[in-house]
Structure formats: structure tokens, C-alpha cells
């Protein structure tokens, strides 16, 4: 059994485990890659957001954000966060809490989701949100330093609900 | 004589006098149109941010942020807002402020300056930041809630420096 639910405190620890990973390597999130492990926690499960984890047989493989991009007259466009733990890649989960957060923001009344920074060298990502509606409405030249790859675009993606 | 420099905490009553008109209008800015004075502030001079002020004669007519857009990966990239005074529009401070800020901005080594969320209907915007060097490069259908023109786009605009 595959379930997507509301994080609660007792997965900080899992959470932790999924995301500081990709935080420290510094390829695909434009996010300090030396966050400290409370810092890393702190931006995923900030007040301004809602947090899901995605787990299997009370494993948590996985976890994603949603939170309002811009406040005002921006609120009605949700952007989503999504980190699947390292050893449970290729399983479809990406997807999986992808749908999960279309059919969650479309309950919660947002009328749009944007990413605001698909680094474009993650083509796998970028591909894996076209296949489910969003599109590439925006290209930021040479926006991201990758750790090896050195200043690649990223690609802001957009998809209304 | 015209002049940009640092905010500096006795400009706070200026800045606010100057932001609170265009928060509350809710027009061009997507950010809570109830916004308290104190709020305002704190989101115009926030930490992470590098505030300006243009005056003459002593007189605060405009004010403009700079800040890295992301972190990590993306810091090379920055973002800035300006605002000027509703009684000293039209006399080409924003102007004024945004080639400082570009001025500034490589001068501080950022690699290039992005604006999120440039709503379409602020045509004079969009036109002087083309004039000034920027492009669209992306755009954000109907992601913004404007007060009488209803839902409408918004735009990302970029320049390389």
C-alpha cells in the first residue's frame, strides 16, 4: 500500500533523511547547500506551507510542499516542493505526490501551480512535469550554478488547474 | 540634486508613507493588500534584503530592494522591487533607481536581475524595464488577481548583467 498524508512531527526525522541529501548536493534545488539539519527542516515545514509525505508500509519514501507562490493578488497560484528519498527513486513517486498535489490544490481553490526554478539539466523532472500538464512558460538563462555542470538554465513551469 | 543612498533607520517613516499607498492599491504588487504599517516595513527592509532610498532636497521620493532571487545554486541572481512616492510619478526615478540598482547590482557581482512578477496590465513598467535592458521571459497566465481588471498575466523579466 502506497499512501499520501499530512506530515506530522514524528516524521521529522524521515523528512530530514529525504531532503538534506538533496540539499547538500546542490544539483537541482536552489537552496544553501549547507543548511544545517533544523534549517533544512524549518524551510520544508515552514508556517506558509502545507506538508505531505508519501510512505509505504509506514515507511516514508518520499515528501512534497504546497504553499501560496505569491501572497495578494498571487495567492490563487499554489508552487510545490517534491523530494523522493534516495533509495526509493525510479518508483513512480514524483508522480505520484505530483497528482496528489493537483488533485490537493484543486480542492484547496488554487486556479494555477507554478514551479518557479526547474533546473534544466533535471530532465527527468522537467519531462516528468510535462507529461502531467505543466508547462515551460519561462526560461532564465544561465539562472543556476550546478555543481558540475557550471551556470545552466532554469525553466519556470506552469500548469492551470 | 538628485540623489540614491542607503535606507537608513530615520528614513522608516518615509519608506512607509511611500510603500502603504501602493500595498493598500494592490495593483502592481502581489502582496497582502492589509498589510499593517509595521508589516509593510518589515517586508520592504527585510534581512535578506539591501534597501535604497532616492531623495531630493531631503525629501524621500522612492525607495528600491535588492536581494538574491535564490539561494544556493541560484544566489548569482538578484531581485529587485522600487516604488516610488504617488506625488513624484513621472519625473523618472524608478528610472533612476533601476539603473542604480543595475549599477549596483554587478558591482556586488550578481550575474544577472529578475523580476518575479511584473503584472502585465502595469504597461509602463514593463516598457521602462524593456528600455532598460530587460526581457520577457516568461509568462504567467492569469496569475494575477487584479482589484478592477480581474485575472491577468503576470510576467518574468530578465536581464543578464
Redesign the interface.
Known amino acids: 500500500m502506497f499512501n499520501i498524508r499530512k506530515a506530522e512531527s514524528r516524521d521529522a526525522g524521515a523528512i530530514t533523511a529525504i531532503i538534506l541529501p538533496v540539499?547538500r548536493e546542490?544539483?537541482t534545488?536552489?537552496?544553501?547547500?549547507n543548511l544545517s539539519k533544523a534549517e533544512a527542516l524549518a524551510y520544508w515545514i515552514a508556517p506558509d506551507k502545507e506538508t505531505f509525505v508519501a510512505e509505504q508500509e509506514g515507511v516514508v519514501l518520499g515528501t512534497y510542499y504546497m504553499r501560496p507562490n505569491?501572497?495578494?493578488?498571487?495567492?490563487?497560484?499554489c508552487n510545490c516542493g517534491y523530494m523522493t528519498g534516495a533509495a526509493a527513486t525510479g518508483r513512480g513517486i514524483a508522480r505520484r505526490m505530483c497528482e496528489h498535489s493537483l488533485i490537493h490544490a484543486r480542492s484547496q481553490g488554487y486556479?494555477?501551480m507554478?514551479f518557479?526554478?526547474v533546473?534544466s539539466t533535471n530532465e527527468r523532472a522537467v519531462k516528468l512535469w510535462q507529461s502531467l500538464g505543466f508547462e515551460i512558460?519561462?526560461?532564465?538563462?544561465?539562472?543556476?550554478?550546478?555543481?558540475s555542470a557550471g551556470?545552466v538554465d532554469?525553466f519556470?513551469m506552469?500548469q492551470?488547474l
Chains 1, 2 share one sequence.
Open positions: 540539499i546542490g544539483a534545488y536552489a537552496l544553501d547547500t505569491q501572497a495578494g493578488g498571487g495567492r490563487h497560484v486556479r494555477a507554478q518557479n526554478f533546473v512558460v519561462g526560461r532564465l538563462p544561465a539562472a543556476f550554478s550546478h555543481p551556470y532554469a519556470v506552469y492551470q
